[in-house]
């Protein structure tokens, strides 16, 4: 019902004064800007398959019959939310974004959420590249529907999706668009922008304005372990109490009883001693290790752990987390 609510909104916010519920896609186009190339018109059964596939991993097809799962091993919200996640849509700044995610009671993940995607100009972006390789991140940087297949078949270790499944993810992304409101936009704001819808000359300079309250990519910047897995990252104290933010709503999110990993974690000593017994050690067990480079699928074994870029999750919180894991080795 609320998709359906969703879609109907987006129908009926198209053309006219903007507002606050307009979605800013909506706001650009009547600003003179072309639509995208992944826009689609609103569809609320395609949008109720692709949140489907999202959030569960497969949908029905036009006949009635559950399809296979995309994967195997995850869904979508393994590595992504699909609410906003950054208190400051300008900044993907993982410092901001732990308490926010807390209040919220939403995970702290690899992925950038899916709230927003289709307002972005570019994905798999920065040092993507050097993890995937220039020929399959130069399809999915600039297109999305490219972009929703590489997330399949390699980060997901899943299947091809077909061209009908991806349009219906897109059309669930596409409720999942920014408005007005969610770029903070006030009524001076938005007379502004109304004034400006009868001034031609004066649109280019308003979307350029419009886009200044969001950023138009996700950044991705991957850093090192540190030279010394034993003395951590030079100049960093760790604090537990974020540390323990970080674990709950980071760790815990795959590696919980019940979670997609096969390592599983929980909140008893054992876990922690081993952690901890970790830490300086070469291993993939090492935080260090598995946060910076993460781990690959390998023959007979294709589930992995994504690393985390700088953007999600910071040196700082890394020895956070690590300060956490030493108390409760303690205990």
Same mark, same amino acid.
């Given at each position: ?7 109907? +909104? ?113 994905? !798999? ?26 997330? *399949? ?16 993810? +897109? ?51 991957? !850093? ?8 951590? !990252? ?75 870029? *700088? ?12 300060? !956490? ?7």
């Amino acid at each position: 019902m609320l998709l359906v609510l969703a879609v109907t +909104l987006l129908l009926s916010a198209v053309e006219g004064s903007l507002v606050g519920s307009t979605p800013v896609a909506s706001a650009l186009r009547q600003l003179g800007e072309p639509a995208p190339a992944h826009y689609l018109p609103p569809n609320a059964e395609s949008a109720r398959k692709g949140r489907e596939i999202v959030l569960e991993g497969r949908t029905t097809d036009a006949k009635g019959r559950r399809t296979d799962f995309v994967s195997k091993y995850y869904s979508c919200t393994s590595c992504h939310n699909i609410e906003r996640e950054d208190p400051d849509l300008r900044f993907s700044d993982p410092e901001a974004r732990l308490p926010y995610v807390k209040a919220k009671g939403i995970p702290f993940l690899q992925g950038s959420t899916f709230r927003g995607i289709v307002n972005r100009e570019s994905w !798999y972006n920065d040092d993507y590249v050097r993890k995937y390789g220039a020929d399959k991140i130069g399809r999915a940087h600039g297109d999305l529907r490219e972009a929703i297949q590489l997330c *399949a078949v390699e980060c997901s270790q899943g299947r091809p999706m077909e061209a009908w499944e991806i349009d219906a993810v +897109l059309a669930y992304f596409w409720t999942l668009q920014f408005t007005l409101d969610d770029l903070g936009l006030g009524p001076t704001d938005l007379e502004k922008l109304n004034q400006g819808l009868a001034v031609p000359e004066q649109r280019d300079s308003l979307r350029q304005w419009l886009r200044s309250f969001y950023a138009q990519q996700s950044p991705a910047h991957f !850093y090192d372990s540190p030279p010394s897995k034993q003395d951590g !990252y030079p100049g960093l104290s760790g604090n537990p109490s974020r540390g323990k933010d970080l674990y709950e709503l980071s760790c815990l999110h795959c590696h919980q009883a019940g979670g997609v990993s096969h390592y599983p974690l929980g909140n008893d000593q054992l876990s922690f001693r081993h952690l901890n017994k970790m830490i300086p050690k070469d291993s993939h067990f090492s935080l260090y290790q598995i946060i910076a480079y993460g781990t690959y699928a390998i023959p007979g074994h294709r589930p992995y752990m994504p690393h985390y870029p *700088a953007e999600r999750m910071s040196k700082q919180q890394v020895e956070d987390l690590r300060a !956490y894991i030493e108390l409760r080795a303690k205990k």
